[in-house]
C-alpha cells in the first residue's frame, strides 16, 4: 500500500481533523508523515493536549474494505480528483468512488430538490436529467428520496454522479439500494465518509457542499423554505457557481423555496436549453481557472508567544471572520494562521463556515 495514502487516511480520520486542518498542515509541511509527526508539538503549544491519532493498523484496515467493496480512493492533488471541487476551501481531502471515473472528466450540473416531491416535479426533474444527459453534462444529486431519485432515473444511461452521506457501501435510504448498486455499474458513488459509516443528519450538509462543489451550477426543482436543497443552492453560490431554480405555484408550500430563490436572483429554469444557456459562460471560465491542490513546504513563520496571547485576545465565543483577526493583530496572515492551527489542534477553537474561527469556552 503507498505510504503516503495511509498517512493521509491517518491524518484525515483523526479526531478533531477536519478538511481545513488537513488542507493546512499538508501545505505547511508538505506531506502528511510529516504533519502527523508535527501535531503533538503543535497542539503543546496551542496550550492543549493532542488528538489520539489514528492507527496504522485502522488506515490500513479502511484501505483494504475500500478495495474489497471494489472502489478506490480519490486524493485532492491528483488527477483524479474533480477540479472544480478542489478550489472549495473544505474540499474533502480523500473521497472513496465506485463506478465510471471518467464521468468526473466531464462538465457536471447538479440537481436537487425536495424529499416529498410532487409527481409533477418528478417527471420535470426525470426529463431535465435526461436531456442534460444528452448535451454531454454529468448529472449530480444525492440520492435522496424524491428530486433526486428522479434526477439519477433521468440521467442513468446518459451519465450520473450520486453523492452519498455515509460509506460508500451503506445503502440510504434502503429502498434505493437497487439504484445505488447500478450506479455503481453504470454511473458514479461517491462518499466522503468511511466504509461502513452509517449516515447521521450531521453528515448531510457536508454530502450537499461536495453537491454543490462538484460542477459549474445547481438547479433546484422544488424545495421548501429552509430546506436542506436550499443550503445546497446556498452552497453553491458560495463557491462562485450558477444558482438556477424550477418555478412553481404560489399556493405551493414545496414551490417556496424555488421562488424565493428566483426573487433573490437565481436564473430561472424552464428547460435543458436554458441550463446549457446559463451555463456555457460561467462553465469555461471556471475550467481555464480551476488549479488542482497540491501540496507545497512554506517557510515556518512560527508564531512567538506575544501573538499567541494576541490572537486568544481577539478570539472569543463568537464567530469571526480569519481575515478580520490578521487585520486587528497587524501581524503577517501565517504567523496568525499558525496559531489559529495550534489552537485547532489543542481543542480550543471552533471553526465555522464562511472562514470564521471562535474560541471554544468549554
Known sequence: MNDDLLARIRL?????????????????????????????????????????????????AEADRVDAIGARYLIMGQALYPRLLAELPDAPPLLTARGDLTLLERDAIAIVGARNASAAACRFARGLAHDLGREQLAVVSGLARGIDTAAHDGSMETGTIAIVAGGIDIFYPPENEERQRAMMERGLVIAEMPPGTEPR???????????????????????????????????????????????????????????????????????????VETLRPIGSRLRSTTIPFHPAPLEPDDGDDDLRRLVEELLGPSPVPIDEIVRLSGRPSGGVQLVLL?????????????????????
Open 201 to 275: 443528519a450531521r453528515h448531510f450538509p457536508y454530502r450537499n457542499r461536495i453537491i454543490a462543489g462538484l460542477g459549474a451550477g445547481t438547479v433546484v426543482v422544488e424545495a421548501a423554505p429552509k430546506s436542506g436543497s436550499l443550503i445546497t443552492a446556498r452552497l453553491a453560490a458560495e463557491a462562485g457557481r450558477e444558482v438556477m431554480a424550477v418555478p412553481g405555484s404560489p399556493l405551493d408550500p414545496r414551490a417556496q423555496g424555488c421562488n424565493q430563490l428566483i426573487r433573490d436572483g437565481a436564473t430561472l429554469i424552464q428547460s435543458a436549453a436554458d441550463v
Open 12 to 60: 484525515i480520520r483523526s479526531p478533531s481533523i477536519g478538511p481545513v486542518t488537513f488542507r493546512q498542515l499538508l501545505t505547511r509541511f508538505g506531506s502528511a508523515d510529516a504533519a502527523l509527526a508535527a501535531i503533538p508539538d503543535l497542539a503543546a503549544r496551542g496550550g492543549g493536549k493532542a488528538p489520539a491519532i489514528t492507527s496504522k493498523a485502522a488506515a490500513r
Open 342 to 362: 495550534e489552537l485547532d489542534l489543542a481543542g480550543r477553537l471552533d471553526r465555522h463556515a464562511g472562514g470564521k474561527v471562535s474560541l471554544r469556552t468549554a
